[in-house]
């Protein structure tokens, strides 16, 4: 049965019984409860009218849906279309990429299974929903309608991973007795970590231990971050500093600690000078000569 014959056909049926009712009333010496008429009239409406929506106009976006959306890796992400005044129109979803069509109305049209085309019956909404995106989804989608010629409104997706920073690295030069300030920032995660643990050359930093003064300060929130300070540093301070969060990559920075007018951190630029010839040793003495002029 067709959509136009089916609505004349539930139309029909409504009409004769209305017909019975009314008849069955005029007989009866009671008058029908109104309660009972409108409660019948909304039904009517509710699962007739609406079913069949005679809006004029051609179908429009709604503006307020976002265009911009941002997903994490492996987590599921939906990308959101709203459509008005769509009548029998049919909605579908575009990868600008390769031109590929991934849904058309409540249909999946990609032997991709981590596209869902998702529609509640009577919603203005359309999502396409990715479950476990890849960075390789970010780009731009576009959401349809099938008009003459066709409409488009386009989002664009950005599929971000958890990243760990420590700023100023990955080298940073302190000179002895100042302030060793690591600063480490934990940036896409689906939730704050809940532990954010630092280590020197590949061990725990332990903050009761006799060497004292190491203090450190963490703030959890959409970019999280964890601050390491070790006061009066000595050479026994330089090496590799680790920052671990439990639900991030981890982050490494190196300090080197300065004594003196020959930087610790410089010896080893001091043995690669030893080791040239004294013809080379000329030409770059000339050469640093010549930058300074």
């Keep these: 049965m067709g959509r136009t014959t089916g609505a004349v056909y539930l139309f029909t049926v409504h009409f004769l019984s209305c017909i019975i009712v009314c008849r069955l009333d005029s007989g009866n010496s009671r008058p029908r409860d109104q ?3 409108s409660e019948s009239s909304r039904r009517f409406r509710a699962e007739f009218l609406e079913d069949w929506p005679q809006a ?3 179908p429009y976006f709604d503006p307020s849906t976002p265009d911009n959306v941002t997903g994490l890796v492996g987590h599921p992400v939906t990308l959101l279309c709203k459509v008005k005044n769509l009548q029998n129109r049919t909605v579908s979803w575009v990868r600008h990429r390769d031109i590929h069509l991934l849904t058309v109305g409540r249909y999946t049209y990609t032997s991709d299974q981590r596209f869902e085309a998702q529609h509640k019956p ?24 099938s ?3 066709p409409i488009g409104h386009a989002v664009h997706l950005n599929i971000v991973e958890p990243e760990t920073e420590i700023l100023g690295g990955p ?11 690591l600063t480490c920032i934990v940036r896409h995660t689906p939730e ?7 280590t020197h050359r590949s061990k725990t930093i332990n903050f009761d231990s006799t060497r004292g003064g190491i203090s450190l300060v963490t703030e959890k929130g959409i970019h999280s971050s964890s601050r390491l300070l070790v006061q009066a540093a000595r050479t026994s301070d330089a090496g590799a500093y680790q920052c671990v969060p439990d639900n991030a990559q981890s982050a490494t920075a190196r300090v080197h600690v300065l004594t003196g007018e020959t930087p610790a951190a410089m010896q080893g630029s001091a043995q690669w000078a030893s080791s040239l010839s004294l013809p080379a040793l000329i030409l770059l003495a000339y050469a640093i000569l010549v930058l300074q002029v």
Excluded: H, K, M
């Design 35 to 37: 309660s009972t008429v």
């Design 171 to 181: 080298d940073l030069f302190i000179y002895a007795g100042s302030t060793i300030n």
């Design 56 to 58: 004029p106009g051609a």
């Design 122 to 145: 009577r919603s203005e909404e359309w999502a396409l929903r990715i479950r476990s995106p890849q960075r390789r989804d970010s780009g731009q989608y576009e959401c349809q309608i």
């Design 192 to 198: 704050p970590p809940i532990t954010i643990n630092w």
């Design 147 to 149: 008009t003459t010629p």
